[in-house]
């Protein structure tokens, strides 16, 4: 049973628009959650977190949305570059414990130029 | 500060053979992860180790062995090889340390096929 879900394996947008990756979850316990981006040919870089006592997180161009009671989360990129194109993974894991994270399959996304 | 190393970037190895996926990192993390990476799977965790000496499988470990040499390394270890083990293998590490960060840091991966 897939905890983590990104029901979307792909996304494609315009240079300068708004890019939103979505990310869903089932197991209520996870309580701290992460994004990573992976380049072909590379190990996954760690781009934002946020943890359950917030809902947004900022950093620079991205940012972090958390829905608790929908268990949803969503990283906004604004402006979309072309050098952002990469596959996104969700990752979930629960605080205290074992640090160990639980990834979604990802999302490709294209930004054209 | 290399961060996390792995060794060899590729290899190819035929049904039944046995090979180590070398791991090292230098940044004195207290827990390491080897990770597996299939086309459509995103990454599932095959085993790690919370500290040196302990280890602890994860989702996937069938097929597989891990020993934690010291804290700097980590190793996994194919003992019969099958075509199902073609893979992409990333090791991580990572130290909460008493920080709201469960941050990972990857090595760039040990792209794998078995014939």
């Known amino acids: 049973d897939q905890q983590v879900k990104q029901n979307s394996p792909s996304l494609s947008v315009q240079e300068g628009r708004i890019s939103i990756l979505n990310c869903d979850y089932t197991?209520?316990?996870?309580?701290?959650f992460l994004w990573y981006k992976k380049y072909p040919a590379e190990g996954p870089t760690f781009l934002i977190s946020?943890?359950?006592?917030?809902d947004k997180n900022e950093d620079g161009r991205f940012t972090v949305f958390l829905n608790k009671s929908a268990k949803h989360l969503s990283l906004h990129i604004v402006p979309s570059q072309p050098g952002d194109s990469a596959v996104y993974f969700c990752a979930a894991s629960v605080w205290g414990g074992s640090e160990k994270l639980v990834f979604g399959k990802g999302t490709k996304l294209t930004v054209n130029p | 500060n290399a961060g996390v190393t792995q060794t060899p970037k590729f290899q190819v190895l035929k049904t039944g053979q046995s090979m180590t996926l070398q791991c090292a990192q230098d940044?004195?993390?207290?827990?390491m992860y080897w990770y597996r990476q299939d086309p459509g799977m995103g990454l599932r965790l095959i085993y790690y180790s919370a500290s040196e000496g302990t280890t602890d499988k994860g989702e996937v470990p069938n097929g597989y062995n891990v020993s934690r040499l010291n804290k700097r390394e980590f190793s996994l270890r194919l003992e019969s090889a099958a075509p199902s083990q073609t893979s992409v293998y990333f090791c991580?590490?990572?130290?909460?340390?008493?920080?709201?960060?469960?941050?990972?840091?990857f090595g760039p991966g040990t792209r794998l096929t078995v014939t």
């Open positions: 940044m004195n993390h207290n827990s």
């Open positions: 946020i943890s359950s006592i917030k």
């Open positions: 991580a590490s990572s130290d909460a340390a008493g920080l709201y960060s469960y941050e990972q840091y």
């Open positions: 197991n209520s316990m996870f309580d701290y």
